[in-house]
């Protein structure tokens, strides 16, 4: 196995790029002179790679438990109706899991809703905030859907219930 020239990460032999910072492997530029060569498109698949690399816990949790609590954990997406697996199957470690994560995400959509009020500018930052609350909400249904406990990219790592 290799390392990244730029970060320092373990990467194979055969990759292309380093999977948390984007850098094109097995080049033999110094590393400030081959960041500036690495195309936009390079930085954007790097980042991509990075925010798919969320720590996943599905592992540690009971087949049992993520079969019969798939659909509380979807639920725990859409907007308040995250208390449903909060009140309704808090006993499911799965189904707590993904209301952590859906109860935080809902807070972030109320916080841009209230920064919409703010002329211009909030409204530009609420627009963003939009976007990427809406791909964090697509994402964690998908791994909902698919019995994955998987962290969703930036938020994941907060946690609100015990």
């Not at 925010?51 to 438990?65: I, L, Q, R, V």
């Amino acid at each position: 196995m290799a390392f990244c020239k730029n970060c320092g990460t373990q990467i194979k032999d055969d990759a292309k790029f380093c999977p948390s910072c984007g850098t094109v492997a097995g080049s033999e530029e110094p590393a400030g002179q081959q960041q500036q060569q690495q195309q936009p498109a390079d930085k954007v698949q790097g980042a991509i790679n990075q925010a798919k690399n969320t720590p996943d816990y599905t592992a540690s949790m009971d087949p049992n438990d993520i079969t019969q609590n798939k659909v509380m954990a979807i639920l725990a997406y859409f907007g308040i109706l995250v208390l449903i697996p909060i009140l309704a199957a808090k006993d499911s470690p799965f189904a707590k899991f993904h209301s952590n994560q859906g109860l935080i995400l809902f807070i972030a959509s109320i916080l841009f809703t209230v920064i919409n009020a703010i002329p211009i500018l909030g409204q530009i930052i609420a627009f963003i905030g939009g976007i990427i609350t809406f791909v964090l909400f697509l994402i964690g249904v998908i791994n909902a859907a698919q019995g994955k406990a998987k962290e969703l990219p930036v938020i994941g790592k907060f946690r609100i219930l015990p």
